[in-house]
């Protein structure tokens, strides 16, 4: 029995569950329109942001354990008004996040049936998808743990197809839509277009910080930690790399796949099961099992993440930052009010992205819009996080700390800095890719979106008290 009770959680069982957790299919379209370009990013941005802001999230979750995370991170450092930020940018990506999967749902079903879908038919699918994540949302994790874990092994399969597939067409034909003919097509233009990609690959690296919560149950978490992030790292990596590769073999990378929808999922099927040469039919069946597959995980992620999100607004709501509405828990002690406000707030959000598209085709409402709002908010979310680091450092230097980030002094500063200027450039960047009068026009929605969040974020942040010892 002595033996049993000092057994310890293997370190390659944390990072398959951090992995299949933060692993999502619809990133892929964004990731696959970077082109070649994607490995350099990956490498490049696994290096310089993945592994300091894992040990940084390391350090801070073993130091200060709090349900509130880098909510209560931020405000140890910085006082309840920055606290209430992060807990509002951490919050508001989620209903976006919802109203862009709807938007997806949509774009996916039109594409493995060819059709046209009408207004009446867009509103009523995409408000079904939004309330049924949300009612599901009001249970717990365990109760739903087997729509998570189907949906796990659904995201692995689809990405494993696609990847292996485009690879499969790749030796068969030797024929790539984007092929790499020399060393210059793996490095991105140094301009403020060919680094607006930052923010996508930064996206798919967000939730990281999951690994510092098994510390405790580490035999050597010094060492075991650091091989857990660029292991992690470079297993997501794959994961990601795989499909989009598969994509960029069967159709030439544009950057409107960002903008497209998901119904580029279906035709990047489509072009690959022609080039192996499957029946009309038989492709029309399997598109449609894969479709309907890609559309749960969508249900999935969801479930996986609702809780989790859920529970930072209710203690956030507790302690001031939030409305409190969101402290409101049901018979199970789930923060189902905040579910329901999820809902709510993404039913209005796809219900005016469907009748401001349908007054201006220009206004460019759907998936690309909601899920660039949503990736935007969560980056911006994390960004007090590093000087938080810095700051706590300097002044809590006799904090007992179970791990500690292995560099002192100005190293220190470069692991938190570096990350820190990079969630700033992608954020940036991702708003203002151009600054050509033609860009700023098309992306009017994603800019007011911003700004809106931003209005809505001061207006609820000017009601928090300020800590004198802040």
């Known amino acids: 029995m002595a033996g049993k009770s000092k057994k310890k959680f293997k370190l390659m069982d944390a990072i398959l569950g951090t992995v299949c957790l933060t692993l999502v299919c619809e990133s892929v379209m964004p990731t696959a329109a970077i082109g070649n370009t994607q ?13 300091p802001y894992g040990m940084i999230t390391a350090e801070l979750g073993t130091t200060y354990p709090s349900e509130g995370g880098m909510y209560d991170w931020v405000k140890r450092a910085f006082g309840p008004k920055w606290a209430g930020r992060v807990a509002w940018n951490y ?31 867009l509103l009523v699918l995409q408000l079904v998808y939004v309330w049924i994540v949300t009612l599901l949302s009001t249970q717990r994790i365990g109760e739903s743990k087997y729509v998570v874990n189907l949906g796990t092994a659904c995201k692995v399969i689809l990405l494993l197809a696609i990847g292996c597939l485009g690879i499969y067409v790749f030796a068969k034909t030797g024929h790539s839509a984007n092929p790499i003919e020399g060393p210059k097509d793996l490095f991105p233009e140094l301009s403020l277009d060919g680094l607006s990609f930052i923010s996508i690959i930064l996206f798919n690296f967000m939730g990281f910080e999951v690994v510092g919560t098994w510390v405790d149950d580490m035999d050597n978490p010094k060492k075991d930690i650091p091989k857990a992030l ?41 072009a690959l099961f022609t080039a192996v040469g499957l029946s009309p039919a038989t492709m029309h069946v399997v598109i449609i099992v894969m479709g309907f597959m890609f559309i749960y995980t969508f249900v999935a992620n969801i479930a996986s993440w609702s809780f989790g999100v859920n529970e930072v607004a209710k203690y956030a709501a507790e302690d001031g930052s939030m409305p409190k509405m969101f402290a409101k828990t049901n018979s199970e002690g789930v923060p189902a009010t905040a579910a329901y406000i999820n809902g709510i707030v993404a039913s209005l959000i796809v219900i005016f992205g ?41 002044v809590d230097a006799n904090k007992e700390r179970p791990y500690r980030v292995p560099f002192e002094g100005a190293m220190a500063k470069v692991a938190a800095i570096v990350p820190f200027v990079l969630l700033i450039a992608g954020v940036l960047f991702t708003i203002f890719g151009d600054f050509s009068v033609e860009y700023l026009q098309e992306n009017i929605p994603l800019i007011a979106g911003v700004v809106l969040s931003f209005i809505i974020e001061e207006i609820l942040v000017a009601r928090i008290k300020s800590s004198k010892k802040a």
């Open 39 to 51: 490995y350099f990013w990956w490498i490049f941005l696994l290096i310089c942001f993945c592994v």
């Open 230 to 270: 660029i292991f992690g790292g470079l297993l997501m990596a794959l994961f990601y790399i795989l499909p989009a590769t598969g994509f960029n073999i069967a159709l030439e990378a544009n950057e409107d796949w960002i903008g497209a929808g998901a119904e580029i999922v279906v035709d990047v099927l489509k």
């Open 91 to 121: 919050w508001v990506n989620f209903p976006l996040w919802i109203a862009s999967l709807a938007v997806a749902v949509t774009d996916i079903i039109a594409g493995m049936f060819n059709l046209e879908l009408s207004i009446v038919a």
């Open 354 to 394: 469907i009748v401001a598209n349908a007054v201006s085709e220009d206004f460019g409402a759907g998936f690309s819009l909601f899920f660039c709002l949503s990736w935007i908010t969560l980056l911006v979310g994390y960004i007090p996080m590093f000087l938080a680091f810095l700051k706590l450092r300097k």
